[in-house]
């Protein structure tokens, strides 16, 4: 089926449109393909999501820096803080949008969408909304120790009237006993054979683990394992600073370190010749996740070689922090999307770990999950459909039963099934 031409023609019949699947299944790229034919278009589309780093991964900004939400968590947070009301530079900003898409919608609350609605309402918003995400992979972040709800749990929810897409073809691997094993552990169900068939990954820890990357659910465990591979290899350590260039006066040194840790930019990326590295986005010689090693570096370059034996000159590449705002042009006041600031680094981490969170959208070949680092619903879903060649994946041994790792929240298992 071609979806991509049926979701931009109920998008332009200005139509909400919900598109889901597991993960690996394209996602991404398809909200790319259909910002792509926006934009051809000379149409605008306000790119957003919830939390900064999905955000970064459209190249977007997050939701309520584009709606002016302020640090409010509810509607009534919102009129306590005073921005219950829209200002007339935010309503012009809304309602010049020919499309608003909202990525990671299963980290978006039911109160954050009704704030999203109390806006588009308050701007006339005539446009399209298309929302993304899997609800069976991160859920909203709650405050203290409160219920998690979702996006679908509330009333505005039914009132978008999104029509859904569903996804299912997996591109990351082949594998098809993996992809249902996948599509088991994505539904959080567990049985004897399951349990035996997750059993099988459990294996003895290579000697080198410079092969490898392992998957942790904690930050300063992904740091400390990063930290002492590092000092094994024995040759000069290279130290690429980023540049950062600002575009406007009123950016903030806090502001672009936020963006730098969201966007995975590392300001002083560290590297010896010899180090395995992964590549952190997608080109049309390497991919997100794609592993390589660094075979030279030099003042302007870094060399990175891969499995097949291609040798990539990497130059440091820009990533911009883009916000959509009303400017002076010729006399006359436009709406128009505007860069604040621009890094330049490498786009290349350390490969010998990183956390769950942080893997979102990489196809990883060479993985071992530290199991008993998950502690959130669908968590290990995420880490383990990363994931793109089973033969290469090592869990290590849970101390807990393989239930109390592999479990989902339950509401959202049910609205999924109901789809």
Do not use: C
């Not at 660094?294 to 911009?320: F, M, P, W």
């Amino acid at each position: 089926m071609d979806y991509l031409k049926e979701i931009v023609e109920k998008l332009r019949a200005k139509k909400s449109v919900f598109l889901t699947g597991g993960a690996g299944v394209g996602k991404t790229t398809m909200t790319k393909n259909i910002i792509k034919i926006y934009e051809e278009d000379a149409k605008k589309v306000a790119k957003l999501a919830s939390t900064g780093m999905a955000a970064t991964l459209i190249g977007g900004q997050t939701l309520h820096s584009f709606l002016d939400l302020g640090i409010a968590g509810s509607l009534g947070e919102l009129e306590k803080n005073g921005k219950l009301g829209v200002s007339k530079k935010t309503k012009k900003l809304i309602s010049s949008m020919d499309l608003i898409v909202i990525d990671e919608i299963s980290m978006v609350s039911d109160v954050l969408l009704d704030m999203i609605e109390l806006r588009l309402k308050q701007a006339q918003y005539r446009g399209s909304v298309l929302v993304v995400g899997d609800f069976l992979q991160l859920p909203p972040i709650v405050r203290g120790y409160g219920e998690v709800r979702f996006a679908f749990e509330g009333a505005s929810w039914e009132r978008f009237a999104f029509e859904t897409f569903e996804l299912t073809h997996i591109y990351r691997t082949d594998d098809r006993d993996f992809i249902e094993l996948l599509a088991h552990i994505r539904d959080g169900f567990i049985d004897e054979e399951i349990h035996n068939n997750l059993n099988e990954y459990i294996k003895l820890l290579p000697q080198d683990l410079s092969q490898f990357t392992f998957l942790f659910g904690k930050n300063n465990s992904a740091s400390l394992h990063n930290k002492n591979q590092l000092a094994f290899v024995e040759s000069g350590l290279f130290v690429k600073e980023a540049q950062i260039i600002k575009h406007a006066k009123s950016v903030n040194d806090s502001e672009i370190e936020r963006f730098m840790d969201d966007a995975r930019i590392e300001s002083a990326l560290e590297l010896k010749i010899g180090v395995p590295v992964l590549f952190t986005r997608n080109s049309w010689n390497y991919f997100n996740g794609e592993r390589g090693v660094v075979v030279n570096i030099d003042a302007t370059y870094v060399y990175v070689q891969k499995r097949d034996g291609v040798i990539i000159k990497l130059e440091a590449v820009a990533q911009s922090k883009e916000v959509w705002r009303e400017k002076s042009v010729g006399g006359k006041k436009e709406v128009l999307q505007e860069s604040l600031f621009s890094i330049y680094q490498y786009p290349i981490k350390l490969s010998y770990a990183i956390t769950i969170h942080k893997s979102q959208g990489m196809s990883i070949e060479d993985l071992i999950i530290e199991t008993n680092e998950i502690f959130a619903p669908s968590q290990f879903y995420v880490a383990i459909s990363r994931s793109s060649n089973p033969k290469r994946l090592t869990l290590i041994a849970p101390k807990k039963q393989w239930r109390d790792i592999v479990f989902v929240n339950q509401k959202a298992l049910n609205f999924t099934k109901g789809l």
